[in-house]
């Protein structure tokens, strides 16, 4: 790229962080959540009209990404550089831009499954511990992950049968968003095969009347010891 073109490039990302309105999207997406376009309207102070503008702006410069999960539709920071440029910023002049607090109901928010695999807080902690672990290798962008020969090793410890997982006729593993936490959990057949060891080892069971998972006393200590996440 000539150096003409590349200051351009800069000074296009520059005026798409400058409008406050999409600054204040940016910021509170600081956080780690995804969030909806109507999430952002009310952050940014904007009609719902407008906050799609803006977003559509902040994409095509690759500063937010869009995650489409059935009928919803998630915004996120599209890498750790832009969080990092905005940290930056950040660093510079202080936001006091506004968090995301859960609503959800608390007995569905520490474990409930979403269709055959685990979610809520528990589920978004393993994830993270898998791949802090370098069990799982994160996508670059939206995608499958991989699972290394050190998470095959682990999740086979725990029963989890990774090659029977991989032949079912269905995505393996991906970042599945957490409706509750606006984080990914482990989707996919390997994450449903998680929930089933889960429930197995008796660490969690099953509600009767809802989605709910409860986390049973042997779940809290088992957890804890293996994956140091504590609950």
Not at 74 to 89: D, I, N, P
Not at 145 to 152: A, K, R, S, V
Not at 157 to 173: E, V
């Amino acid at each position: 790229m000539h150096d003409t073109d590349h200051d351009a490039a800069v000074s296009r990302i520059a005026a798409a962080i400058a409008e406050p309105a999409r600054t204040r999207m940016l910021c509170c997406l600081m956080d780690g959540h995804a969030r909806t376009s109507t999430e952002l309207a009310i952050v940014a102070e904007v009609s719902p009209s407008t906050a799609s503008a803006h977003l559509a702006r902040l994409k095509e410069q690759h500063l937010v990404s869009l995650h489409v999960q059935g009928r919803h539709r998630y915004y996120h920071l599209a890498s750790q550089t832009v969080a990092r440029a905005l940290e930056a910023l950040m660093a510079i002049a202080p936001p006091d831009g506004p968090r995301f607090t859960p609503t959800t109901p608390d007995r569905l928010q520490l474990a409930r499954t979403c269709y055959d695999h685990m979610a809520g807080t528990l589920a978004v902690l393993l994830h993270d511990r898998f791949i802090a672990l370098g069990w799982l290798c994160s996508p670059e962008v939206e995608g499958d992950y991989q699972l290394t020969e050190t998470g095959n090793r682990e999740l086979a410890a725990l029963g989890i049968d990774t090659q029977a997982a991989g032949k079912r006729r269905r995505r393996f593993a991906y970042p599945c968003m957490d409706w509750s936490m606006r984080r990914p959990h482990l989707g996919g057949a390997l994450g449903a095969a998680l929930l089933q060891a889960a429930q197995q080892r008796e660490w969690v069971r099953k509600d009767l009347d809802c989605r709910a998972l409860t986390v049973t006393d042997t779940g809290h200590k088992e957890i804890q010891k293996r994956f140091d996440v504590h609950l």
